[in-house]
């Protein structure tokens, strides 16, 4: 009964649409003429116009009698009888055909072929029941269709597939076998037929798709204690139950509770803050910065201190090249920082310059004479034990042995090297050689605080117990 109580719905509104086009509207006039309901006007006004009214009591009023179930679904007429323009579709030019039949009074029979397919039921008149079973063919295909949404066999794209199967709409979506999330039942398209591929998944299925990862979890802060920050994401248990996070960290006892990644789950870790947390982060304290020579001034040598807590740093001016200045000082914005200075940018006869303290400064060479760089003479070497060599290193320079400052060591050999620097006289060093046996170079050169010398260069064999030039 609801279902031919819809099929009324869809005739009043099919009834407005076709009174409102020139063509069509004529023939969907016929629907109000010589209906006989029993003489009852307004029950007949309710139903031709889309009202309220029982389509069966209609139907009994029309007929005289209870039409059977199988009567008023008219199970002999196939969708030939009603897509009368061949569109393999029942719609509106098929209703337009039906309405202009309708209420017509015909000779009908087998002869004339039961009046050109209208009168369904046989009556001899195109009434509200041959309405009812050309409804119920409604919107529907008079072919098989198929379509899969995501295009094919998909594993790791949830899809479904749809269309019609004998005359009636489907849709199937993908989905995963219960209670066991490896396996997944794919749906696509063979033809106009839906088919199931059932497929097993490399880790699990989920929602219907294969999914290659059980979860993503994200560290916004790097595990940074002294940065607030926050981890993010997703994981899926066994039993397929999809849980999401975001997790900020936050402060405990004088500690930060500092989250993390342990994929694909959060964790935490916590890690107590030398000067208190604030805000989901550990408090610094505020750096101090102080330079002796009182800023980025290349031509006097200072010392930078910094403190951080506990933390002092001392950072001197220093010579990077013959007449180049790496100056440290305390920037107003930036904090401890560090400028390079070339000397001769100044004046061409500057150079870099060490004073007491060994810090460097821009200076005028104010001597006339021409400068000497220090030669290593020869490097010599003994064993002080078995695996241990002394290294000594012969220095001369013209301009007296007094201009020495330093001394630069380093030994080579396959897959080693090793840099040793001495200040003093003698210019030597001790080198435990345990793990080598074998040819190695030594190498040294002396700075006499305005220029390098020459590498010098000399090869040695060690073996623990003696050498050989």
Not at 9 to 37: H, P, R
Not at 285 to 309: F, H, R, S, W
Not at 323 to 331: A, F, I, T
Not at 461 to 467: C, P, Q, R, V
Request: aromatic fraction near 12%; proline fraction near 4%.
């Amino acid at each position: 009964m609801k279902k031919l109580i819809l099929l009324g719905i869809i005739l009043a509104i099919a009834t407005m649409i076709f009174t409102s086009c020139e063509n069509t509207g004529q023939a969907f006039k016929s629907l109000d003429k010589g209906v006989d309901l029993s003489s009852d006007a307004e029950f007949e006004l309710k139903c031709i116009e889309g009202g309220d009214c029982n389509l069966q009591e209609a139907i009994t009023k029309l007929d005289g009698d209870q039409m059977t179930p199988e009567d008023i679904n008219g199970t002999n007429i196939t969708c030939d009888d009603v897509d009368f323009d061949g569109s393999g579709m029942i719609d509106l030019p098929d209703f337009s055909n039906f309405a202009s039949w309708y209420n017509r009074a015909t000779r009908c029979g087998p002869r004339n072929n039961w009046c050109g397919t209208c009168d369904y039921d046989h009556s001899g008149m195109v009434n509200l029941i041959d309405f009812s079973i050309f409804a119920s063919w409604w919107g529907r295909y008079c072919s098989d269709s198929c379509e899969d949404s995501d295009g094919g066999i998909e594993y790791e794209i949830w899809g479904e597939v749809s269309g019609l199967e004998n005359g009636e709409y489907y849709h199937i979506p993908d989905g995963c076998t219960p209670h066991d999330p490896i396996y997944q039942n794919e749906r696509y398209c063979d033809g106009v037929s839906p088919m199931t591929d059932s497929h097993t998944c490399d880790i699990m299925c989920y929602n219907g798709e294969c999914i290659n990862d059980f979860g993503v979890c994200i560290d916004s802060d790097g595990s940074d204690s002294y940065n607030r920050g926050k981890v993010n994401g997703w994981y899926i248990a066994l039993n397929g139950t999809n849980t999401t996070y975001d997790i900020w960290d936050h402060c405990g006892a004088n500690a930060v509770v500092e989250m993390l990644c342990d994929y694909p789950n959060p964790t935490y870790d916590i890690i107590e803050c030398a000067y208190g947390c604030e805000n989901g982060a550990c408090l610094e304290m505020e750096i101090q910065c102080e330079d002796t020579d009182g800023g980025n001034y290349p031509l006097v040598a200072g010392l930078m201190t910094v403190t951080n807590g506990t933390n002092v740093t001392e950072r001197p001016d220093e010579c990077q090249e013959e007449h180049v200045v790496k100056e440290y000082y305390c920037h107003e914005i930036l904090g401890p920082y560090s400028e390079v200075h070339d000397c001769t940018q100044i004046g061409t006869d500057y150079t870099c310059m060490l004073n007491d303290n060994g810090w460097a400064y821009c200076a005028e060479n104010t001597t006339n004479e021409t400068n000497y760089p220090p030669v290593i003479e020869e490097i010599n070497w003994i064993y002080i034990l078995p695996e241990v060599i002394k290294f000594m290193a012969t220095v001369t320079d013209e301009n007296g042995d007094d201009e020495i400052v330093q001394v630069d060591f380093n030994i080579d050999y396959p897959g080693y090297h090793f840099d040793y620097a001495d200040w003093d006289y003698p210019y030597q060093f001790n080198w435990n050689q345990t793990n080598y046996t074998g040819w190695a170079n030594i190498n040294a050169r002396a700075s006499d605080g305005i220029e390098w010398g020459e590498w010098f260069e000399a090869t040695f064999w060690a073996n623990g117990t003696n050498s050989t030039s």
